[in-house]
């Protein structure tokens, strides 16, 4: 333990990446009880103002505070992000841990069902999975999730398959225990660096998705802020207020570089031979 | 007709494109080309196959014309007819048809051929849009080839407005069932190409009954959808006219360029937070004060960047019936709570606010959760999607509050009909509407109609906004675009560029 | 290898039916009804059925999957139920906006991506590598469409040298179309170079420590011509498949830029389908997209099977 804890010493992009990770929490957890305004206090006599003193990062069409703004969005896109990546991820290491177990037909449904959800075009059916049921976040999150379960099932199938042939494992069978019991006890563990790295990355991916299903409109709803939605209000008065434009992108593009440098970082540190999937 | 269309209602003129590719001399020569920007795009092209108003603003009176005109005013006047009689108890419209009129596949215009256009209108098992405008028909008939006569069940008077609509475009019937594809008409401009998502080009109808007071040689409709996108291609030279400008909150950058004309005129169009009297707790008329006490007009339009004007019932304020309402329920916190707490909801209550996607709703939208917010109204906003918003909050009347541009001319209607979607039923209006249905003097109507802007004022049924404006931007050069929007209408007839 | 391959195509194949199902399920179960939207709010409700039979929307779903099937073993898209044209001709004018477009984006991502990794791959662990790889970590960072609103800012906003959206139309001027074009690929092609610079890299670092290369510089070839002329050479098969990839990608995913730009192409015709409800349209531009995005990753296994015989597992 003590020597992973000198690494992490050693490696610059995981300590950046930690860095802008706990900015990002931090953020969001903040905005849980305090925020320099409300979030829906409509000033109209003060809207698209510039940076000042009274609004660091200047005030929206509807004469919001921006920064406010950007701080309850942080909270918007962790819970879009969390929930997603846990729900695919909960979904996709079973039916990959199962598949691997199982092999047979459960293996080749689950490689046909994967085949098929990579197949479609990710954000298309997005659109059209929030179209049958709805613009909300809720169901932002259910769009974002189904395309993370074929991710996780592939990952943890061919992690445990190899899993599977070590010579461990080959004597847990011998001696006649269960394949549940062996993926529980066996297999899981020692994948889990593997899931832990592709988590991070999936994390990232899904506040990318978030991002842009909200700017489509198609995620939280207003007055709920999230960084998307602000970006696309924000192009409505580029003219005007251009630096609106800037804020939320900044805000979304440091939240998923610091999971991105994480999960690099992770990888390095974990088994620097890992190999992920990079989806989207 | 076409109920509710977003807002955009027109499309309009504009000027010779492509100043790019050729030198000064030929722009001279070139002066009869037009490329107007409209921030719609008509789905097919017969106003009787499709709603949107994209393809009135299009075709009509520009391809297909009707039997009376609205002219910019919102006045009729002669189209296809040159003259009309209406019979003393308003039962029997006998129209004359103007002669040697052609369409613009060399076919002609007679008796025939209107009573066609007319009798599909409301025939059993037409699939006309506005078929519910002309069920008070009983018969058309020919009694010469430049005579129609239109027998009424019951007087209407709003029948001879309604054969002025585009709906009621006169379309031979050979070419009826493929005006959606290729319209052919008897107006000034025929049509020449489509591409879909992008553009739809007219040129002008040499047979044309009045080809000499049509100055205009082509004329490209160019789809740009967004507000941003809208004002590039203003700047750049893409379009010359945009009659239906799409953002106001964009409005000031073109004011700053000199070769531009920044129009701010009327529409018909009247910004409402529908809201669902059938249900609780909007059935209570202290609930509905309430809201309408909490309104703040004045940070709505500010909103709108200022475009806009206050309005106090389902009318516009630049109709010569208009009575002012806005301060039936002035703007009143205090007075919007002490009302919730008389209702019964001294701490507010839920309620959900689902909005069309367009960008005033959603601007209108968030600022009218903040509004309610402050009697106590908890406001929860679901953007639904146009298809969604017609079934769900339209059709199911599934809603609590929305918002809405009813942008039709004379719609106060719609507030005597059964199952319309805000669920108001009030004896008292339906009886007040049947009154204006069967008069024949104007002038009294308009006394009527003043009364029924009252009604609904009072029973505060809808939140009622303000009053959309229509902004147009065109070069300087152009002459003869329509200031305002009576009808939706990009009406080219009279357009040229300053010689 | 035969029967790599026929295992291979058959899955797809599988794939491609099952897709059908569920694209044609979820068209089914979108809420709103086409006709009311083609109608609109005054529609009686006597026209709407009427309309609903014209279109066979009142057909068993079974009858209607097939007859939709049927349509695409024949090469027959149908016609869009709000344009009233056929879906071929729409798909055909949209895909002249989106095919230049995601090979613009493609070329420019090549050809920054390329050098870039070769000099990363050439300065392996020192401060150029960390500066590229610093760089990739960025470009894979940045939402695409925030950069496409940050191009518009700087290059139409403050300098207006290009357009901020919109497309004025190949017909209408080229030469402005084209240009039309730019920001949106640069905004597009930013994940891709990172990408591709990953690639590149990796892939020369894996060739440079092959046998051949040792004897190429044991012999004194220039660092240049080793670079280029050895390594590159093979490095570039990794690269031209992961490009290969990436092109399906482009042309489906182009959604959001192309809202953003205002771009008429074909992922706008798809967005504004499902908000007009144009069924005929969703359903088929979304089962040619699937189409490509198998064609594509067969095309790679194909590939892979080609260069490198020893059996495959199914990844």
Not at chain 1, 229 to 241: E, H, K, N, S, V
Not at chain 2, 177 to 205: C, H, L, M, W, Y
Not at chain 3, 74 to 96: E, W
Not at chain 3, 109 to 134: I, N, S, T, Y
């Amino acid at each position: 333990m003590s020597t992973f804890l000198t690494r992490i010493r050693h490696h610059l992009g995981f300590q950046l990446g930690a860095l802008l990770l706990v900015l990002f929490v931090g953020t969001a957890l903040l905005s849980f009880v305090w925020t320099p305004y409300a979030v829906d206090d409509l000033q109209m006599r003060s809207k698209l103002l510039p940076s000042s003193p009274g609004h660091w990062l200047g005030t929206d069409h509807l004469g919001r505070d921006v920064l406010s703004r950007i701080m309850v969005g942080a909270k918007t896109s962790l819970a879009v992000g969390l929930i997603a990546v846990g729900l695919g991820m909960s979904a996709g290491v079973t039916l990959g841990a199962w598949a691997a177990a199982r092999g047979g037909w459960v293996d080749e449904l689950l490689s046909r069902t994967s085949d098929l959800i990579f197949a479609f075009p990710a954000v298309l059916i997005a659109i059209l999975i929030t179209s049958v049921m709805g613009a909300s976040a809720v169901n932002a999150i259910l769009a974002i999730a189904i395309f993370n379960v074929p991710v996780f099932a592939r990952v943890t199938r061919g992690a445990a398959l190899a899993m599977w042939s070590r010579d461990f494992v080959r004597a847990a069978i011998a001696l006649g225990r269960a394949p549940f019991g062996i993926t529980r006890r066996h297999v899981l563990p020692n994948i889990a660096s593997v899931l832990i790295v592709q988590a991070t990355i999936q994390f990232a991916v899904a506040i990318l998705a978030e991002a842009g299903l909200s700017y489509l409109g198609l995620g939280a709803q207003p007055p709920t802020p999230s960084w998307g939605g602000m970006l696309r209000d924000a192009q409505t008065y580029i003219f005007q207020a251009p630096e609106l434009a800037i804020w939320p992108g900044l805000a979304i593009a440091l939240a998923v570089l610091g999971l991105n440098m994480l999960g690099d970082g992770l990888r390095d540190l974990l088994d620097p031979r890992l190999r992920l999937l990079r989806v989207g | 007709m076409e109920a509710l269309h977003r807002r955009h209602l027109f499309g309009a003129a504009g000027a010779l494109a492509t100043v790019s590719l050729f030198g000064p001399e030929v722009w001279a020569q070139a002066k009869d080309r037009l490329v107007i920007g409209i921030s719609l795009e008509p789905p097919v092209l017969d106003p009787t196959k499709n709603a949107a108003a994209a393809i009135r603003e299009l075709t009509c009176p520009n391809v297909f014309e009707s039997l009376g005109r609205i002219d910019r005013t919102g006045a009729i006047g002669p189209g296809l007819a040159e003259s009309w009689t209406i019979s003393p108890d308003g039962k029997e419209y006998v129209f004359k048809l103007h002669t040697g009129v052609k369409f613009h596949d060399g076919e002609s215009l007679d008796a025939s051929v209107v009573k066609f256009s007319i009798d599909r209108l409301f025939a059993p098992g037409s699939t006309v849009p506005a078929k519910s405008l002309y069920t008070d028909i009983d018969k058309v008939e020919a009694p010469d080839p430049a005579t129609v006569k239109v027998t009424l069940k019951s007087p209407n008077s709003y029948l001879l407005y309604n054969l002025s609509l585009g709906d009621a475009g006169i379309m031979h019937p050979k070419s009826a069932a493929t005006n959606d594809k290729q319209p052919v008409g008897t107006g000034p401009f025929v049509f020449k190409e489509r591409k879909e998502g992008d553009s739809i080009s007219f040129a002008k109808f040499p047979g044309y009954r009045d080809a000499a007071s049509i100055k205009l040689g082509s004329v490209i409709f160019k789809v740009v959808k967004d507000p941003s996108a809208q004002v590039s291609a203003l700047l750049a030279g893409d379009v010359d006219a945009f009659p239906g400008f799409q953002a106001p909150e964009l409005v000031a950058r073109l004011k700053k360029d000199a070769r531009f004309a920044v129009v701010v005129g009327t529409t018909e169009g009247e910004v409402i937070m529908a809201t669902n009297n059938g249900k609780k707790p909007f059935n209570d008329l202290k609930v509905r004060q309430a809201m309408a006490h909490a309104l703040n007009r004045e940070e709505l339009i500010a909103a709108e960047s200022g475009f806009g004007t206050p309005i106090g019932s389902h009318f516009p304020p630049h109709n010569k019936a208009y009575v002012d309402l806005t301060q039936t329920y002035p703007f009143d916190i205090a007075k919007g709570k002490a009302l919730l707490a008389e209702a019964g909801y001294p701490s507010g209550f839920e309620a959900s606010l689902k909005l069309p996607p367009v960008g005033y709703a959603t601007r209108a939208g968030e600022v009218l959760a903040s509004q309610l917010g402050k009697i106590g109204i908890k406001v929860a906003i679901a953007q639904l999607q146009w298809p969604q918003w017609l079934s769900e909050v339209f059709k199911e009347r599934n809603y609590d509050l929305t918002v809405v541009a009813h942008t039709e001319a004379n719609d106060l209607d719609r507030y005597a009909r059964d199952g319309y979607y805000w669920n108001y039923d009030s004896p008292e209006f339906k009886a007040k509407w049947r009154e204006v249905v069967a008069v024949t003097d104007f002038a009294k109507r308009d006394e009527l109609l003043k009364d029924c802007q009252r009604i609904i004022a009072h029973d505060a049924v809808n939140g009622f906004l303000y009053q959309l404006a229509k902004i147009g931007v065109w070069k300087k050069e152009l002459v003869g675009m329509w200031e305002n929007s009576p009808t939706p209408s990009v009406d080219l007839s009279g357009v040229h560029w300053k010689a | 290898m035969i029967e790599f391959l026929s295992r291979r195509l058959a899955a797809a194949l599988v794939t491609l039916v099952l897709a059908t199902f569920v694209v044609f399920a979820v068209v089914e179960v979108l809420p709103g009804d086409p006709a009311l939207v083609m109608l609109g709010t005054d529609a009686r409700p006597d026209t709407l059925a009427a309309l609903r039979a014209q279109y066979g929307f009142d057909q068993p779903l079974s009858v209607q999957y097939l007859h939709w099937i049927g349509g695409l073993l024949t090469f027959d898209l149908g016609a869009s139920h709000a344009y009233g044209t056929p879906v071929a001709k729409l798909i055909g004018d949209r895909l002249a906006v989106t095919l230049p477009l995601a090979g613009l984006a493609l070329g420019w991502a090549l050809l920054v991506a390329v050098p870039l990794g070769v000099f990363a791959a050439w300065k392996h662990g020192r401060v150029g590598d960390w500066g590229v790889m610093g760089f990739t970590q960025i470009g894979i960072s940045i939402p695409n469409f925030w950069f496409g609103i940050v191009l518009v800012l700087l290059f139409a906003v403050t300098w207006q040298i290009f357009p901020a959206g919109g497309f004025p139309g190949w017909a209408h001027d080229a030469p402005r179309s084209l240009l039309a074009l730019v920001l949106p690929a640069i905004a597009l092609s930013l994940s891709e170079i990172a990408i591709l610079t990953r690639v590149t890299r990796a892939a020369m670092l894996d060739t440079l420590r092959e046998d051949y290369i040792r004897t190429a510089r044991a012999k004194g070839a220039s660092e240049r011509t080793v670079l280029f002329r050895h390594a590159l050479r093979n490095a570039l098969i990794p690269v031209t498949t992961v490009a290969g990839l990436i092109a399906g990608f482009l042309v489906a995913g182009a959604v959001i830029i192309e809202s953003v730009f205002r771009l008429p192409g074909v992922g706008q015709l798809v967005y504004d389908s499902i908000n007009n409800r144009d069924l005929a349209v969703i359903k088929n531009v979304v089962i040619l997209f699937t189409i490509l995005v198998l064609a594509v990753n067969l095309l790679v296994d194909l590939a892979y099977a080609a260069l490198d015989p020893r059996p495959r597992v199914a990844a």
